[in-house]
């Protein structure tokens, strides 16, 4: 038996995780001193069940602006976790990880869309107003963040955490995970290693720093026990929480689904890589691959 089979679609449908994981690491350098270097680099699963309906990442929005994935799920069609518009807008979700979830919560992707196709409120203003209603969702965690040619700015928002959204004010490299941001489980803190030691060689290709980016989303090396992990998880079985302990999650019915990697250079070029999985098998992928400039 590998540690694949840990996992069965019953053991997920009689726990609380009912919604999709996520990870995501980010470098974020809002005045390169280099030419060469990027204002964002970032990189992110997404773990999902395997039969969730969904559309891999194209463009889409009234003048074909935003460019992310979409969930197709019943209910909640036209949610994101990922994603970013040709003004310099992106969004990011994770979900938190605890013990109970209400089924009749609204639907945590649209906080992504909603930003994205929002064209008045700012980072930080939209976040305000979402915390004002963060009570009528199960747990998440949101970055909103603008590429603009005077200014970029990120900020966070988790409905667990702080009641104030907050300005990541400083340079530096970030980790999201199931938690709070930067919370220190074990998935994080190795990833977030793997992913500063890539970022921080400068002798990579823009195609050879998205394909190491790709491998550091794709290490299925488990990291439990981690109690402080396991502490969220409250009711979730044993092996459960072992298989979310991966950067790449892997089990039968349920895990890592797609991969992305986000770079924004100093001029505002924008690649945006997806590696989907196609078909509901964990060997068949698909990988596309936009550039654009931000029209910020």
């Known amino acids: 038996t590998t540690r694949h089979n840990y996992l069965s679609t019953q053991n997920f449908e009689s ?21 060469n270097a990027y204002r964002l680099i970032l990189a992110a699963n ?49 979900n938190y990880l605890e013990s109970h979830s209400n089924p009749d919560a609204q639907g945590r992707g649209f ?65 999201l995970s199931n938690s709070l941001l930067d919370t ?30 790709l491998g550091v989303l794709n290490n299925e090396e488990l990291n439990s026990p981690d109690p402080a992990q396991e502490s969220h998880g409250d009711g979730y079985s044993k092996p459960m929480l072992q298989a979310l302990s991966a950067v790449c999650v892997r089990s039968p019915d349920y895990g890592t689904r797609t991969n992305t990697v986000i770079l924004i250079d100093a001029e505002g070029n924008v690649t945006f890589t997806e590696r989907t999985m196609r078909d509901r098998d964990t060997s068949n992928w698909r990988t596309s691959s936009f550039n654009f400039k931000l029209d910020a």
């Open 184 to 213: 220190p489980w074990k998935k994080l803190l190795r990833g977030k290693r793997h992913f500063s030691s890539v970022v921080d060689d400068q002798t990579l290709s823009c195609d050879g720093l998205v394909q190491e980016l």
């Open 46 to 94: 997404r773990d999902e069940f395997y039969n969730r309906p969904s559309k891999a990442a194209d463009f889409w929005g009234t003048n074909n602006e935003i460019l992310s994935g979409l969930d197709l799920e019943y209910g909640k069609e036209g949610g994101s976790w990922l994603g970013i518009n040709k003004r310099g807008k992106l969004a990011g979700i994770t």
């Open 111 to 175: 906080l992504v869309s909603n930003y994205l196709t929002d064209k008045d409120q700012d980072s930080y203003s939209y976040l305000k107003k979402v915390s004002l209603e963060g009570h009528l969702y199960n747990g998440f965690n949101l970055i909103t963040a603008e590429f603009r040619a005077k200014q970029d700015v990120v900020c966070y928002y988790g409905n667990r955490g702080s009641p104030e959204p907050i300005h990541l004010k400083a340079a530096g490299i970030y980790g």
């Open 15 to 35: 726990n609380p995780l009912r919604t999709s994981m996520c990870i995501i690491f980010f470098k974020f350098d809002p005045r390169p001193a280099s030419k």
